[in-house]
């Protein structure tokens, strides 16, 4: 299985930016401080998931979410 990290709907990410404070490992931000994946859907590993979830949980505008694929 595999598992992308999407900004779900690109209107909602205002760039609070605690998706990746919460996953600094993971996440990078763009020179106005939108999260990197709101321009392009991130391949997350098992090894990613823990953080990516805790990136989704900490979205205030619940922009964010991890889609899996087969
Ligand atoms: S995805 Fe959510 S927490 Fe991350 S920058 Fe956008 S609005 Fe902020």
Same mark, same amino acid.
């Given at each position: 299985?595999?598992?992308?990290?999407?900004?779900?709907?690109?209107?909602?990410?205002?760039?609070?930016?605690?998706?990746?404070? #919460?996953?600094? !490992?993971?996440?990078?931000? /763009?020179? +106005?401080?939108? %999260?990197?994946?709101?321009h392009a859907?991130? #391949?997350?590993? !098992?090894?990613?998931?823990? /953080?990516? +979830?805790?990136? %989704?949980?900490?979205?205030?505008?619940?922009?964010?979410?991890?889609?899996?694929?087969?």
């Amino acid at each position: 299985m595999t598992a992308k990290l999407v900004v779900e709907d690109f209107i909602r990410c205002t760039g609070h930016g605690r998706c990746y404070s #919460e996953a600094p !490992d993971l996440l990078d931000y /763009d020179d +106005e401080g939108f %999260v990197s994946v709101r321009h392009a859907p991130l #391949e997350i590993t !098992d090894a990613d998931i823990e /953080d990516a +979830e805790a990136a %989704v949980a900490a979205c205030p505008e619940a922009a964010l979410r991890i889609i899996e694929e087969d």
